[in-house]
């Protein structure tokens, strides 16, 4: 470092990180590691290989990444109208995207049972005698067919379509608490697009679709995967709002995190560390390649 | 990241603690699910009671949660003073596992050490739709049971052993068919919460499934606060449940608590702890609070863990563990 910084203090700055970023992140992850460690690596693979356990993996990241995905679209456009339009209550939209942020997960995920549980607001319109719900009814010939079908199987309740305590309510809860890492993720980098290049773009010819496509979406595209992925992150390791809304039914509604919890009450520590030294590993290959997109991101932008 | 919290907060929360105690002794009961109701009246009445006889003021902090996440919670360093647990084997784990009592601290109080007992009933729909009477019923048709997951919850594995004790009763002791019965019975469940409590929210609250296996107690609650929506069915056969008590030995010793915590639990065997118990639709076990509460509860033919299962710890082997029958239950769907 022969390079005379302006401001001094590099040295004192980089040893508290260190300090701090060991203190609060990497003694409970070595600890986390040397627990899993514990039961020996029989154990650990025994665990980590599991049909049951395997199915919950399928069950936390495949509904995540749908969810993930969903708000990879929606997330995008509701940024797009918050910075682009202006419009009475604007601001209160703005806040009210972070309130998934600031909800204890536990009360949103009560919340979310009580409006689409069978009988409550939102579940009872799905009722087969209900006109949303008749879509789906066996009586009719559509509902008739998905009755048949094995993957559908779990969603066709006796009276109705079921939100909460399937994977569908598992996928609503996801989707809520992702939400807010895609906006605000891409929402800079939409007030950052300048609105002359789009007014190039159509001097030039190029019609909307092609302005959008070739001009606008390419700018967006680093940001809108990094907040996917941050999105994607977070509904991987979520539990406090999906225990409530998902059945928690072994092979169809059990997410890993309930496994794990699981593991404790049967005293099996080392199996329990094991499933969360697995959702570690996978959570850090998703922040990886969300410090990817970043950076790629940043290249593009030309801001690195 | 949140190991640190949990020590800043216990660290916390143990200096409030110290504080506190100076001025007023506080035990702290920790307990499972349903029993909230019966021992807020308990801590009232016993708080009296230990005025009368001391002059102290003692304030009991409660802890409920799933019997099982409780008695870890203790092993791993809730300072539980007593704990009035839904099983033995949960209360066996802090002597194994945590070395907090002596193994045979069930032998220290009367009946067990249980001041109380219960056991298991169904809980159905007002006017019983689906005819509901004993546990075969339970697998006709579409018929929905709403039970907690044995894994995580006490109430869930009497239920468990009550419907195994009931199938071998009825196939003569064909433990083969008893599993087919229990595996059949868990095909009709449709959300396997973690508690007791949680089962009856979605039972009662969301309106999901026919028929809630529950504590005895937590029927009568259910029943009490919604009279027009509900019926108990109290089957032919049940199991015993004992929900047992005890002094945590390491943590009265540390505090200097032995005293208060061990009259605590001796007083849930008196005639108000007695009564408490029966108010509260537990079954008392001294005559004279059974006599006055008889009425209340249903004629059943109660089996016991002991004579059926043999014991608690065979039970937990053989049916809850990593791999036991509860688990072969549910199998990959292959789609």
Redesign the interface.
Known sequence: MGKRFILPGFGLTLGYTLVYLT???L??LS?LFLKTESGGWQHFWNTITS??VV?SYKVSFGISLIAALINGVFGVIAAWVLVRYRFPGRRLLDAIVDLPFALPTAVAGIAL?TLY????WIGHLFAYNQPLGSFISPQTPFGAWLATQ??AKDFL??EGL?I??SQLGIFIALTFIGMPFVVRTVQPVIQDLHLDVEEAAACLGATRLQAFTRVILPGLLPAIFTGVTLAYGRAVGEYGSV?FIA??????TQITP?LI??K?????YS?AAGLGFVMLLASFVILLLSNGFQAWDNRRRGVA | ????LFAAAAVLGTSAFLTNAAAQTTILNVSYDPTRELYSEYNAAFAKHWKEKTGQDIKIDASHG?S??QA?SVIDGLPADVVTLALAYDID?LAA?GNLLPADWQKRLPHNSSPYTSTIVFLVRKGNPKGIKDWPDLIKG?T?VITP?P??SGGARWNYLAAWADALKKNNGDEAKAQEFVAELFKH??????GARGSTVTFT????GDVLLAWENEAYLALKEKPDAFEIVTPPLSILAEPPVAVVDKVVDKRGTREVATEYLKYLYSPEGQDLAGKNFYRPIEDAAKAKYARQFAETKLVTIDDTFGGWKKAQATH???GGTF?QI????G?
Do not use: C, H
């Open positions: 203190l609060i992140v003694v409970p600890a049909p049951q199915a049972t549980a069978p009988n409550d094995g993957w309740g006796r079921r909460a305590f225990i059945g928690n039914l072994p092979f169809k309930v919890v699981s404790l009450e049967d005293y099996d199996g | 990241m949140k190991s640190i799933g099982g996440k870890r784990s596992k579409d929905q997951n894994k995580t469940v449709p959300v396997l919460d973690s609250e969301r309106g999901i809850f563990a990593d688990d549910y199998k990959p769907t789609n």
